[in-house]
């Protein structure tokens, strides 16, 4: 079965600085999709960024970027220029390509220092 | 637009009791997944419709949790018998298709107590 482990539970940044959040996963498959998740206080859950497995390129979306190292399994999301708002959890997730549910990690918490 | 609505936002019931929780998805999103959350961790897979069909129910933890979905649009997550350990939020998400890259749609989910 696959897995996601997220081996940070909670991480802390200073504003306007950059932090990697770490997500390594475990599959037996070539094709799958990758995603992270942040949940704010308000529990619903947004999505940050996805990558396809078979794409080399890493994704980007504005402050956010991923590191997708397909070989080590590992898909890390690197947030630049830390905001106040950014302060949530943080979920890593996988999807096969056979398979239409996904797996989430347990989550970090990240906390935006002032 | 709007988003997935689910009601009630908060639920306190007794052990042993049943209740029932509500998904509305967006409009036009044929796919609808449920999941629980517990304190601390990261949401479980419990069921996943695909129209009116149930077409994973693997997560569902035992009998006593059943969900449908009868026009393929609104769903309902039905607990019996409820137990302490059933205490979580309980998550819904649509997606307009399934599979692939096609992300979720969380709403803000309905957080169920059981004293």
């Known amino acids: 079965a696959q897995t996601v482990t997220q081996s940070q539970p909670e991480m802390s940044v200073q504003e306007a600085e950059t932090v990697t959040l770490s997500c390594t996963y475990d599959?037996?498959?070539?094709?799958?999709?990758l995603f992270w998740y942040k949940q704010p206080p308000s529990r619903q859950m947004i999505l940050v960024i996805r990558?396809?497995?078979?794409?080399?390129q890493n994704a980007t979306e504005n402050r956010f970027s991923v590191n997708f190292q397909k070989a080590a399994k590992s898909f890390s999301l690197k947030i630049s220029d830390s905001q106040l708002g950014d302060a949530a959890m943080y979920f890593c997730?996988?999807?096969?390509?056979?398979?239409?549910?996904?797996?989430f990690g347990k989550g970090t918490r990240l906390h935006i220092l002032p | 637009g709007a988003g997935v609505s689910q009601t009630p936002s908060n639920k306190v019931t007794e052990k042993g009791k049943y209740v029932e929780l509500r998904c509305d998805p967006i409009?036009?999103?044929?796919?609808l997944y449920w999941y629980r959350q517990s304190l601390g961790q990261g949401p479980e897979f419990l069921i996943y419709?695909?129209?009116?069909?149930?077409?994973?129910d693997s997560g569902l933890p035992n009998d006593r949790f059943f969900a449908v979905r009868p026009e393929g649009s609104v769903s309902t997550l039905k607990i019996q018998r409820t137990e302490r350990g059933d205490s979580a939020v309980y998550l819904c998400?649509?997606?307009?298709?399934?599979?692939?890259?096609?992300?979720?749609?969380f709403g803000n989910g309905t957080r169920l107590t059981v004293t």
């Open positions: 419709f695909q129209g009116t069909g149930a077409a994973d």
């Open positions: 997730a996988y999807r096969g390509n056979r398979d239409d549910k996904i797996i």
């Open positions: 998400a649509s997606s307009h298709a399934a599979g692939g890259n096609s992300p979720l749609h």
């Open positions: 409009s036009g999103h044929t796919a």
């Open positions: 599959t037996s498959e070539s094709d799958y999709y």
């Open positions: 990558q396809e497995a078979y794409k080399q």
